[in-house]
């Protein structure tokens, strides 16, 4: 997993040098980005496919393709904080699941940008560039740095999200809206955030962080219910010590 991110990394690296220039055309970069987007996946799929032959797959693009085996299935997505990417803002990542038997049991997001590598595996703790991540030991909310989604247009979430925006904003140091859902995982997982939620989002942006955040010792958890876990949801993650009270201020309501 880790050998494919990096690969693909390469390619969408130097097509975000490319992005950077696109910004001043009257077209703009967007057919440009899918392209590259596109590219990225194709990688990863290839990889991955190769290593494993029997596993499904299920890409943001792609959708699922079913393998032999569908009980072990590669969860991805190739470009993580598409608007970001689009815009040349520098934050955006490859994250790459591979779920057993409906658990995640390996985990990888990659940030090119900042060479930062996240990397999980079950019951073996989380990693960043090979060295042991946990999440921080805030205890008081109000001093968490808090990571969340912002709705936008038809965004879902409209409704539950102002109520939760205010309570938690009533409480915390501080909000950051960075615009990559895996990142925001990852940065709880390594103790940058204290804590993050979001509303809506999708597998392929939450299986690896999700699986980050708990090997650093956080909690993670997507508010619907673990029973599907593998739709969109309202995903939240903490560090141990705020992880119950922030869900709870989020559940209210
Ligand atoms: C998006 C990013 C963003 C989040 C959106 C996601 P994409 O993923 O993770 O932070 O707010 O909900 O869809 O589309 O760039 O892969």
Known sequence: MVRAVVRAA????????????LQWSVKGPADFVSAADRRAEQILVQDLHR?????SILTEEGGLREGRFPEHRFIIDPLDGTTN??????HWAISVALEQHGEVTAGCIYDPVRNELFA???????????????VSR?????????????????WKGRKSFPGQYERVADKVAGLRRMGAASLDLAYVACGRLDAYWEY???????AAGMLLVREAGGKAARLEGDDR??????????????????RDLLAVG
Not at 85 to 90: I, K, R, V
């Open 200 to 206: 809506g989002i999708k597998p392929w942006d939450y």
């Open 229 to 246: 876990p593998w739709e969109e949801g309202t995903v939240m993650a903490a560090n141990a010590n705020l992880g119950d009270a922030f």
């Open 138 to 154: 805030t205890a008081e909310i109000d001093r968490a740095l808090v990571g969340c989604g912002l709705p936008v247009r038809d």
């Open 85 to 90: 990417y689009l815009h040349a803002m520098p």
């Open 51 to 55: 290593a494993r032959p029997d596993f």
């Open 120 to 134: 999980a595996d079950k019951g073996n703790g989380a990693y960043m560039n090979d060295q042991r991540i946990r």
């Open 10 to 21: 390469r390619g969408l690296a130097r097509d975000f040098g490319e992005v950077e220039q």
